[in-house]
Nanobody
């Protein structure tokens, strides 16, 4: 069992920066690939990016590639999402999740989810 708690959301101006954190409980954190997703009002939850359990490989949705960076610190049981140059269309609730099986890009492949943190990007 892994419990995930996101933090760091808030209001940010377009072109600014924001870092989200996701703290995990349990000693199994380092055995999970992790993902970040987001969900805007009236829209489906969408993949933002992911990171392998070692932290050596990251992958991103085209919409955030080059602007967002995922990292993790297994000693601190934490995964991060650095958001640089955010745009108003990045406004959403952001979730971190621990991967179970299946495609890394599909929400249904993730076994554990945090409660989400709101990010609002003003123009």
């Amino acid at each position: 069992q892994v419990q995930l708690v996101e933090s760091g959301g808030g209001l940010v101006q377009a072109g600014g920066s924001l870092r989200l954190s996701c703290a995990a409980s349990g000693r199994a954190f380092s055995s999970y690939d992790m993902g970040w997703f987001r969900q805007a009002p009236g829209k489906e939850r969408e993949f933002v990016g992911g990171i392998t359990r070692s932290g050596l490989t990251t992958y991103y949705a085209d919409s955030v590639k080059g602007r967002f960076t995922i990292s993790r610190d297994n000693a601190k049981n934490t995964v991060y999402l650095q958001m640089n140059s955010p745009k108003p269309e990045d406004t959403a609730v952001y979730f971190c999740a621990a991967h179970g099986s299946g495609s890394a890009y599909a929400p249904s492949s993730y076994k554990y989810w945090g409660q989400g943190t709101q990010v609002t990007v003003s123009s």
